[in-house]
Nanobody, 124 residues
Framework: QVQLVESGGGSVQAGGTLTLSCVYS????????MGWFRQVSGKEREGVAF????????YYGDSVRGRFTASQDKAKNLVSLQMNGLEPEDTSMYYC?????????????????WGQGTQVNVSP
């Protein structure tokens, strides 16, 4: 059974840093693309960052590029999202996800599996 377990959410003041982690399990073969999405109630889910697990190539959403960094630790089946320079607009529920292929299609509809989410709150 595939499982994605996120951790690391919390509350921080604007300008602060948080690092989210996602441990994945239940796979025979390592997923080829891991992603981070976020969603605020009433809004569409937004792609934040993606990692091609084979070569470590990363992709970022426009709103976080230059502030967030996605990485992986293959030995631990772990993907991380370091979030620097957090802004109140980053307040959201953050989800870890598995996507097919090499992250070429990063739309939420392509996600194969979702984690349960971890809440991030950024105060002014």
């Amino acid at each position: 059974q595939v499982q994605l377990v996120e951790s690391g959410g919390g509350s921080v003041q604007a300008g602060g840093t948080l690092t989210l982690s996602c441990v994945y399990s239940g796979y025979t073969y390592r997923p080829s693309c891991m992603g981070w999405f976020r969603q605020v109630s009433g809004k569409e889910r937004e792609g934040v960052a993606f990692v091609v697990t084979g070569d470590g190539k990363t992709y970022y959403g426009d709103s976080v590029r230059g502030r967030f960094t996605a990485s992986q630790d293959k030995a631990k089946n772990l993907v991380s999202l370091q979030m620097n320079g957090l802004e109140p607009e980053d307040t959201s529920m953050y989800y870890c996800a598995v996507l097919p292929g090499l992250c070429s299609d990063r739309r939420p509809a392509q996600v194969r599996y979702w984690g349960q989410g971890t809440q991030v709150n950024v105060s002014p």
